[in-house]
C-alpha cells in the first residue's frame, strides 16, 4: 500500500493521522472543558453552562461521524485505485459501497464495545479486510481504536458528572433538611 503513494494513500495517511491528533486532544487537551462542565455542575445549572458542555459532547460526536464518513470514502477510494482491501471466505472481493459502510460500522461497534463483539463473533458486513494488505490493517486499527478511546472517554465523562450531580443533590438535600431542623427565632 505504500509502495504506490497515490492520492488515496495520502488522503488514508493524513487521515489516520488526523483521527490520532483528534485522539489525543479529546484525551488530554478537552480536559480543560470537562473542568469547566465540573465548575457548572458545582455552583450552577445556568443555560450558558448547559450550552458550553452540549459544545464539550457535540466536539466529540461531530469528530465521531466525520471520522467515520472519512474512513468509508478513504476505504472506498483505496478500492477504485485497485487495493485489495476486502476478502470474503478466504477470497478476495470487491466490496460495494454499502458493505464498506457496514464494514466501518462493524469497526465502529467494535471500538465501540471494545471485545464483546469480538468475542461473540459478531459482525455486522459478510467482507473482512485483507490482511495481508498491512497498511489497511493499521489504518483500520487507528480507526478502531479512535473510536474505543472517543467512547470511552464520553462513558468516563458521563459517570463522573452524574456522580457529581447525585452527590450535589445529596448535599443539598442535607443542607434542606438541617436548615428544617434548626429553630426559628421569629415565629
Not at 46 to 60: G, H, K, N, Q, V
Not at 78 to 84: E, H, K, S, T, V
Not at 122 to 150: D, P
Request: charged fraction near 20%; hydrophobic fraction near 55%.
Amino acid at each position: 500500500m505504500m509502495a504506490a503513494l497515490t492520492l488515496s494513500v495520502l488522503f488514508a495517511i493524513f487521515s489516520a493521522f488526523a483521527m490520532i491528533g483528534v485522539a489525543g486532544y479529546i484525551l488530554f487537551q478537552h480536559d480543560r472543558n470537562h473542568e469547566q462542565f465540573e465548575a457548572w455542575v458545582d455552583f450552577s445549572f445556568t443555560s450558558e453552562a448547559l450550552a458550553r458542555a452540549l459544545d464539550y459532547y457535540r466536539f466529540m460526536a461531530v469528530s465521531m461521524l466525520f471520522t467515520y464518513v472519512a474512513f468509508t470514502l478513504s476505504a472506498v477510494w483505496l478500492q477504485a485505485d485497485g487495493f485489495p482491501l476486502f476478502t470474503e471466505n478466504g477470497q478476495v472481493v470487491r466490496a460495494s459501497p454499502i458493505a464498506v459502510s457496514l464494514f466501518t460500522m462493524d469497526l465502529v461497534l467494535r471500538g465501540g464495545f471494545f471485545d464483546f463483539m469480538q468475542h461473540f463473533d459478531m459482525t455486522l458486513s459478510h467482507v473482512y479486510m485483507n490482511r495481508k494488505l498491512r497498511g489497511f490493517v493499521w489504518y483500520a486499527f487507528i480507526f478502531r481504536m479512535f473510536y474505543g478511546l472517543t467512547m470511552f472517554k464520553i462513558l468516563l465523562s458521563f459517570l463522573w458528572i452524574y456522580g457529581k450531580i447525585r452527590l450535589n443533590r445529596q448535599a443539598q438535600r442535607r443542607a434542606r433538611e438541617e436548615e428544617a431542623r434548626q429553630p426559628r427565632l421569629f415565629e
